[in-house]
């Protein structure tokens, strides 16, 4: 325990500001040498986000073990590069749990329990025992919400208690929001100052503050908010507005902020970001710019496809090319508000991401029976694989009443149907088929190739699955089950032979995709959009955006 270093990051005013972010790029910075966990503290009474609509809460992220949390994990393992678990997130609903548990079990001997002090002695045993278990040089500690949130307070309480345990082994870092009135032309202090003024009266002092703002802040500035936030000018770190998040840690580092933790943490080496630069510099100026089509039903929210968004990005970054896109509301094509040739008109590739229930499924089905027609390269995830199946039976294989149960659960050819494990289940929260699987990849296929193996480990999140009873006729019609589970059960990848890129998986290779190693699935699927584009270029609609 008395090795960890800790750094605890909260947030003020308002939220949305990018603590996330701000947390993952801070341990990009110190990762040289360390062993850093990211831990996220949320207040909400869920166990976890996996039964939380998307479009309220934004992209379940899925970890190697299964386990569901926060999309901040996407950025902690995205700017990292390390694969986090389960029990480095904290919700306030997972320690009131444990903390129950252990009530009914005796272990308090009778004693009443409460928020204070058993609560907070709780989280705190949770991190140490994280720091302990995980051997932990630095922990970084992320607190969701807003400073004075009542459903955070415990969490925020813990953090300052955490001091009076380890001394200067914790660092505290808070983010602010600096706003800019356009009407005087000037960025406004006073937020900041009373967020701050709330945070002393918390009990925290912070030892940096990362001011969130539209544009750099200048030194007289960060002389004044200095002056009234009692720190000193070179304590405030600008996080302005940048074009891509994956700047962030340059910012940070070039505000100087290793210069302040640096010492406190005992790191003395710069940080190795030499490869991140170059990427960074091909997000902000490529050579190229192909235009991908995401076909979904979430595309109000585009937090509930973050991981996705971000895999183009890698790809894209590491073929120089910027990737715009254009977003397809589903049910306009299944509802004939918007003609498939309208939706895919000038765009070089089509992805279908995953997602639940029967809503749109016709109009998805549509789209990719148009990529597997046109020659246009296709990316199926998940759900993705699954409607691409269904639409290549009934479209080619004859079974033209073909569908999933999930959509039909009468259908006479449930060519799509419950995993067998799945049918006895009756509760919602982590019971699908979570964390990562193997798949025997068929040696030659184009999948293999971007493999490079006959093996591949990719994320789940899912209850339906290719039904074994249709595999036969698939393959005989000529689809390419390329990826099987070891058992030879479960389809995991396909393609279509001839197409220059149709290919789908049941993962949520998404996950797995990192700015310096990008998912194999990703890149090549971005690679065959670039040849199409520089094929057949054409003019990019302005109301397309850059990812």
Not at 455 to 469: F, G, K, S
Not at 484 to 511: C, D, R
């Amino acid at each position: 325990m008395s090795r960890t270093k800790f750094i605890i990051v909260t947030g003020g005013v308002l939220s949305g500001l990018g603590k996330g972010t701000a947390t993952a790029a801070i341990s990009r910075l110190l990762r040289n040498g360390k062993r850093i966990v990211t831990v996220k503290c949320d207040g909400y009474l869920n166990v976890d986000p996996g039964t939380m609509n998307p479009v309220e809460h934004g992209e379940v992220f899925v970890l190697e073990d299964g386990g569901e949390v926060d999309m901040d994990f996407g950025h902690y393992e995205r700017f990292l590069g390390v694969a986090c678990k389960f029990d480095w997130n904290l919700t306030s609903g997972k320690v009131f749990m444990r903390l129950i548990e252990r009530e009914r079990r005796g272990d308090f001997l009778g004693k009443t329990i409460q928020i204070f002090p058993h609560v907070i002695n709780e989280i705190q045993q949770w991190w140490f025992e994280l720091a302990e278990r995980e051997k932990a040089d630095i922990m970084t500690i992320e607190i969701g919400g807003t400073i004075g949130d009542w459903e955070n307070s415990w969490f925020t309480e813990a953090a300052r208690q955490l001091k009076r345990r380890v001394g200067d082994d914790v660092t505290y870092i808070h983010l602010t929001y600096v706003p800019f009135l356009d009407s005087v032309g000037e960025p406004k202090s006073k937020p900041a100052q009373r967020d701050i003024a709330q945070l002393r009266e918390l009990g925290i002092i912070p030892d940096v503050i990362i001011a969130r703002s539209k544009m750099p802040l200048s030194p007289k500035f960060k002389e004044k908010l200095a002056t009234f936030c009692d720190v000193n000018p070179e304590q405030i770190i600008s996080g302005h507005d940048i074009d891509s998040i994956y700047e962030i840690p340059l910012i940070f580092d070039s505000e100087g902020i290793m210069k302040i933790i640096g010492p406190r943490l005992g790191i003395t080496q710069n940080p190795d970001l030499v490869q991140w630069r170059k990427l960074v510099e091909r997000i902000k100026a490529p050579k190229h710019t192909v235009t991908i089509a995401i076909g979904g039903k979430y595309t109000e929210l585009r937090d509930s496809y973050a991981s996705i968004i971000e895999a183009l990005n890698h790809s894209g970054a590491n073929v120089d090319s910027r990737v715009m896109l254009r977003w397809v509301e589903s049910t306009d094509v299944e509802q004939g508000r918007r003609s498939v040739e309208e939706a895919l008109k000038g765009v070089d590739a089509l992805l279908v991401p995953g997602g639940f229930g029967s809503r749109g499924t016709e109009g998805k089905m549509a789209l990719i029976q148009y990529a597997r027609e046109r020659g246009l390269p296709y990316l199926g995830i998940c759900y993705g694989l699954q409607l691409a199946v269904i639409e290549f039976c009934r479209n080619v294989c004859g079974l033209a009443d073909a569908n999933s149960t999930e959509i039909d659960p009468d259908t006479k050819n449930p060519v799509v149907d419950y995993l067998p494990d799945q049918r006895i289940i009756d509760r919602k929260g982590g019971t699908m088929r979570l964390g990562a699987f193997e798949a025997v990849l068929k040696e030659g296929s184009m999948i293999a190739g971007l493999y490079g193996g006959t093996r591949a480990i990719e994320r789940h999140r899912h209850r339906y699955e290719v039904n074994p009873v249709y595999h036969e006729i698939l393959l005989k019609n000529g689809l390419g089950l390329v990826g099987m589970s070891p058992n030879g059960k479960l389809v995991e990848f396909i393609e279509l032979p001839g197409h220059p890129y149709f290919v789908a998986t049941q993962a949520h290779n998404e996950l797995t995709s990192r700015l310096e190693h990008p998912n194999p699935l990703f890149l090549g699927f971005v690679t065959a959009a670039l040849k199409r584009h520089l094929n057949n270029p054409v003019q990019l609609s302005t109301v397309e955006a850059n990812i």
